[in-house]
Structure formats: structure tokens, C-alpha cells
């Protein structure tokens, strides 16, 4: 059975740093893309940082030059290190995976539980 595991969220003063990691559990052809996405009360859930395993990535303006996603393909691993955290980042962050089960098997989404992050003082 395939889970995303999550973890690395947690409380953090403004300006601060938190990194976030997601694995992918069970067997699996590949995992890609991955990345997260977040959601704050009141607001929808929105694309965050994506990594595909050919190593596109795509950020959300608000996160560009503060976030940085990477991925371990052999681990089926991602991690999204946050910089310079501003308190509108606070939101519970989802880890997203496209996962191929087999080699020409299609592709299914599959989400983590979510890990929250506050950044506050």
C-alpha cells in the first residue's frame, strides 16, 4: 500500500527556517511529480513547489527565492526547505505525489496528512 510520509513542520519565528520532507511508502515504479501544497483557513489549497524526477520545478511567486524543493529519486524522497518564512506562509502544508505503480501504469494522485507550519512571533 502506497502512503506519503510527512514531516518537518512546527512553530517558527518570522524570518526563520523550517525543512519539510515527504517519502514515498511501498513499491513503486516512480514518483513524479512531487511537491506541496498548502491551505490556510478560509483559503483554497494552492500549489506551493513542485519537483518532477527529471528535475523541473515549478514555485508559487509568493515562495520564489525563499523556498527551495529537491528530491532524492532513489529514495523517493522529497524535501522543501523554507527560508525567510513570513507569517502569511502559515498554512497546513499537503505533500502531493504523482505515482506510477508499474512502468506504463498511469498515473495517481496521492496526498500526505498534512504537517502544519506557523510562523509566528
Known amino acids: 500500500q502506497v502512503q506519503l510520509v510527512e514531516s518537518g513542520g512546527g512553530l517558527v519565528q518570522p524570518g526563520g527556517s523550517l525543512r519539510l520532507s515527504c517519502s514515498v511508502s511501498g513499491t513503486i515504479f516512480r514518483a513524479s511529480p512531487m511537491g506541496w501544497y498548502r491551505q490556510a483557513p478560509g483559503n483554497q489549497r494552492e500549489l506551493v513547489a513542485q519537483m518532477h524526477s527529471f528535475g523541473n520545478t515549478n514555485y508559487a511567486d509568493s515562495v520564489k527565492g525563499r523556498f527551495t524543493i529537491s528530491r532524492d529519486n532513489a529514495k523517493n524522497t522529497a524535501y522543501l526547505q523554507m527560508n525567510s518564512l513570513k507569517s502569511e506562509d502559515t498554512a497546513v502544508y499537503y505533500c502531493?505525489?504523482?505515482?506510477?505503480?508499474?512502468?506504463?501504469?498511469?498515473?495517481?494522485?496521492?496526498w500526505g496528512q498534512g504537517t502544519q507550519v506557523t510562523v509566528s512571533s
Open positions: 502531493q505525489a504523482g505515482v506510477q505503480l508499474r512502468r506504463g501504469d498511469y498515473v495517481r494522485d496521492y
